[in-house]
């Protein structure tokens, strides 16, 4: 099993190739020389690629500011989830919650204990941080800086086989990097690959946290061409995100369809008319996949000897949505982590969410989530001994394990569609997608509003057919 923590993206839109020569020094009569426009790649050829001192030729200081992004430190502060202490920072390094029921802190990258065929492995939630693990998440510092892995995002023509973890002569486990020459050259914006590498595979497997995949398949920005990065444009490396009830680290920064759409997309008043209460993700991404539901009380002995925890899954776009107002505020307890709003508010709207319930164990006195060191069950399939493990690492002491289920919403973001966006008769009919009872509207109000009757929407449909004819 593959446990890697969510990495978003890495790093930001470059103004250009990353990497040139440095300017001629000047002389006492000449001006200072000014850095090409474009610079080319024989800086490189001449003195090889030592890592961020390489790319810093040109981009000073960058590295630096990079330790303070949450790819890096994979945590920040979060002010819009309930209950959380305002001073401290949350995210994968430190969360507990039942997509991963573990931690940076306690399934940092390790070797596995040997399991009944003598077998061991180098594994851990970290596995994707853009370091080389001597110096690890949320590490600072000089050789923090000089570990960042620049090229995995920046070169077209990485190697991914060399990003594996090893052990050094001292026993250490160090994170592989491709540090050539011949990636080097290849310096530019980060491609879908360079960030589906990592997202892709998040939380045990491929397509298994959010289970979109962005090909032009399933993805009406990505029939277009577009990148991951012509959404997500960073600055800084500072990532625009969405709001979304699981993902709660981020860089302060949002991206919104109404960033590149406007309020008013369609062109036409009545979807236009919608836009003020409906999120354009419930008509425009009717379906989802990946993990429906985990079970980490219960691990599966697989072919290689390890063990894994029980996951259901489905393909992307293979999973109805539920709907629910959301004001961008979460609520986040033991069994249940979900969107805060109501049509009431004046600032939620309706948005579409996957629902996940995750099993796991909660110490019995105080009704608290457990967190879970991978290492034992992923080696015998014997969870308690994880529980046990983490609970030392944590000191937390005596704990007292009982299984219990989490249900969480998922925001949905990707899979996109114009094409077979939801229609007035896809929600306005007495089985539409929409529980208008569930977002808040009585039963008058539905039968005088006429909301699920054809009467709103039937001659303006009747006229586009018609239309489709001549």
Not at 107 to 125: F, M, S, V, Y
Not at 152 to 162: N, Q
Request: aromatic share 8%; glycine share 10%.
């Amino acid at each position: 099993m593959r446990l890697s923590s969510i990495l978003p993206l890495l790093a930001a839109l470059a103004a250009g190739p990353a990497l040139a020569a440095p300017a001629a020094a000047p002389d006492s009569a000449a001006k200072p020389a000014k850095k090409p426009a474009h610079p080319d790649n024989d800086y490189i050829k001449e003195h090889g690629y030592d890592g961020p001192r390489t790319c810093e030729v040109c981009h000073p200081g960058t590295a630096k500011a990079f330790l303070e992004t949450v790819h890096w430190k994979h945590a920040s502060k979060v002010p819009n989830v309930k209950g959380l202490d305002p001073k401290r920072e949350y995210g994968m390094q430190n969360r507990i919650y039942t997509f991963c029921n573990g931690n940076d802190i306690v399934n940092n990258l390790k070797e596995i204990p040997a399991n009944a065929d003598g077998k061991t492995k180098l594994a851990g939630c970290n596995t994707c941080h853009p370091g080389n693990h001597l110096s690890d998440v949320g590490s600072t510092g000089a050789e923090a800086e000089q570990a960042v892995d620049c090229l995995i995002c920046h070169a077209s023509k990485y190697d991914y086989s060399k990003r594996k973890p090893s052990k050094t002569a001292d026993g250490k486990v160090v994170m592989g990097q491709d540090r050539s020459v011949q990636a080097a050259l290849t310096v530019g914006k980060p491609s879908v690959k360079s960030c589906m590498t990592c997202h892709e595979s998040a939380g045990g497997g491929q397509l298994i946290k959010r289970g979109f995949a962005f090909d032009a398949e399933h993805d009406a920005h990505a029939a277009k061409g577009m990148t991951c990065v012509d959404c997500h444009a960073a600055k800084d490396h500072k990532i625009p995100t969405g709001f979304d009830p699981n993902n709660w680290a981020n860089d302060g920064v949002r991206v919104a369809c109404g960033d590149c759409h406007g309020d008013k997309p369609h062109g036409d008043p009545d979807y236009d008319a919608h836009t003020a209460k409906v999120a354009c993700q419930t008509c425009h991404i009717p379906t989802t996949g990946g993990a429906v539901a985990k079970d980490f009380t219960k691990w599966t002995k697989l072919e290689t000897g390890f063990y894994d925890p029980g996951t259901i899954k489905r393909s992307p776009s293979d999973t109805k949505p539920v709907y629910a107002w959301f004001s961008g505020t979460v609520e986040a307890k033991p069994h249940f982590i979900g969107p805060v709003g109501s049509r009431a508010d004046g600032k939620s709207k309706i948005f579409p969410f996957k629902i996940y319930q995750g099993r796991a164990f909660y110490d019995r006195r105080n009704g608290q989530l457990l967190s879970m060191d991978f290492a034992q069950p992923m080696a015998t399939g014997d969870a308690l001994a994880g529980v046990a493990s983490a609970a030392k690492t944590l000191g937390l002491g005596k704990v007292e394990p009982v299984a219990g289920w989490q249900t969480i919403y998922f925001a949905n973001s990707h899979l996109v569609t114009k094409a077979k966006a939801l229609t007035c008769d896809r929600c306005h009919v007495p089985t539409g997608v929409l529980d208008f009872q569930a977002l808040g509207y009585s039963k008058a109000e539905i039968a005088k509003r006429g909301l699920q009757s054809p009467q709103l929407w039937f001659d303006k449909l009747l006229a586009k057919e018609l239309k489709k004819e001549e």
